[in-house]
């Protein structure tokens, strides 16, 4: 069975400096989806960033970037020059590509952003 | 506002008791979804529409649980019997594309801001 692990349930980082959140999961399949999303306090969830298995390049969206590697099944997010609206829970997930529309969700990273 | 609404946005109720939660899709959006989070933990898949077609359950959705979307637009989620182990954040989330179509969009789901539910 898929499972995604996060291994840091709270991380802090001081305004516009920088910090990773890790990500690994297992799986037997080669073509998959990870993703991260942001669930800001008492706010609904957003999609932060999107990876394709297939694509050897790391994806990235303006501060935030991703570490992807699919041998080690490790999947890391960057916030580059981070902000206080960066507070939030990060949750890492993992979708097949085929057969399902299910993602699977990581327990969270508590990211403070701290002035 | 045109995002994924959801109501009630608390409910308290007691053990036993039935409970029903109503999702209201971004309008163009055929895919809903429904996920279950309890305290500490990532969302918990626990069913997928397309359409009026319910895709996909999740074996968490025991019989006590029911979902519908009759017309294809909003969806109910009813919690019969409910137990404490029912207490949770309810969310419902809609999307366009599919985890495995080929867009740049795919696997982006709208979230709500979800349901909790106090099981007494």
């Known amino acids: 069975a898929q499972t995604v692990t996060q291994s840091q349930p709270e991380m802090s980082v001081q305004e516009a400096e920088t910090v990773t959140l890790s990500c690994t999961y297992d799986t037997s399949e080669s073509n998959y989806y990870l993703f991260w999303y942001k669930q800001p306090p008492s706010r609904q969830m957003i999609l932060v960033i999107r990876q394709e298995a297939y694509k050897q390049q790391n994806a990235t969206e303006n501060r935030f970037s991703v570490n992807f590697q699919k041998a080690a099944k490790s999947f890391s997010l960057k916030i580059s020059d981070s902000q206080l609206g960066d507070t939030a829970m990060y949750f890492c997930a993992y979708a097949l590509s085929y057969n399902t529309d299910k993602l699977i969700f990581g327990t969270g990273t508590r990211l403070q952003v701290f002035p | 506002d045109t995002g994924v609404s959801q109501d009630p946005r608390h409910k308290i109720t007691k053990r036993g008791q039935n409970v029903t939660f109503r999702c209201d899709p971004i309008s163009e959006h055929n895919r809903l979804y429904w996920y279950r989070q309890t305290l500490g933990q990532g969302p918990e898949f626990l069913t997928y529409?397309?359409?009026?077609?319910?895709?996909?359950k999740s074996r968490l959705l025991s019989d006590r649980f029911s979902a519908e979307r009759p017309k294809g637009s909003f969806s109910t989620l009813e919690i019969q019997r409910t137990e404490q182990g029912d207490s949770a954040m309810y969310l419902c989330?809609?999307?366009?594309f599919g985890i495995g179509q080929a867009h740049r969009d795919t696997g982006e789901l709208f979230f709500g801001e979800g349901s909790r539910l106090t099981v007494l």
């Open positions: 989330a809609s999307s366009l």
């Open positions: 529409f397309q359409n009026e077609a319910q895709l996909e």
